[in-house]
């Protein structure tokens, strides 16, 4: 599989993603869903800039007669697909999107920094706590307190 079918790929899913995420807006009022559909906006010309980007360059390595290179790279250049990483995120998310609505984002955010955080073992947890906080934080300033916009504090 060429890097322009797999960034194709790449950028459907995107696209698939942000149409979803767009039709959840449409149950937004006109305060909330104002920052989520530019973001989205912005997501989809990414994924067709980068699709584009791809293309051309293919299309340019072809044109200099390197389509060998351009198909048969060495596998030593890229890692390997994990899949079972790739499982435990898709989890990871799907668990921390339907949490949200019962315990609340203010709960449900930090404790999915750290998990994730953890599960990469990229930093260490007082690292991780840090972020965690901080990051919750920097959210409820800017929605909460300056733009006034809802956010799923909890079920209860």
């Known amino acids: 599989m060429t890097n322009t079918v797999k960034v194709g790929i790449a950028s459907i899913v995107a696209i698939i993603f942000s149409a979803v995420l767009y039709l959840e ?3 937004m ?5 104002q920052l989520p559909r530019i973001l989205i906006v912005i997501i989809i010309l990414l994924a067709m800039a980068m699709f584009a980007e791809e293309y051309y360059k293919s299309k340019k390595k072809k044109s200099q007669g390197t389509e060998e290179a351009v198909v048969k790279q060495p596998e030593d250049k890229y890692d390997k697909i994990h899949y079972d990483r790739i499982a435990v995120f898709v989890g990871a998310i799907t668990v921390y999107i339907f949490s949200i609505k019962i315990l609340g984002y203010f709960i449900v955010t930090p404790l999915f920094i750290i998990g994730i955080f953890r599960y990469l ?3 260490k947890m007082t690292t991780a706590l840090i972020i965690a906080v901080g990051f919750t934080g920097f959210i409820y300033m800017l929605f909460i307190r300056f733009l006034h916009l809802p ?3 909890t079920m209860f």
């Open 25 to 27: 807006t449409l149950t």
């Open 29 to 33: 009022s006109r305060a909330a869903y």
């Open 121 to 123: 073992k990229s930093v």
């Open 151 to 153: 956010i799923p504090i």
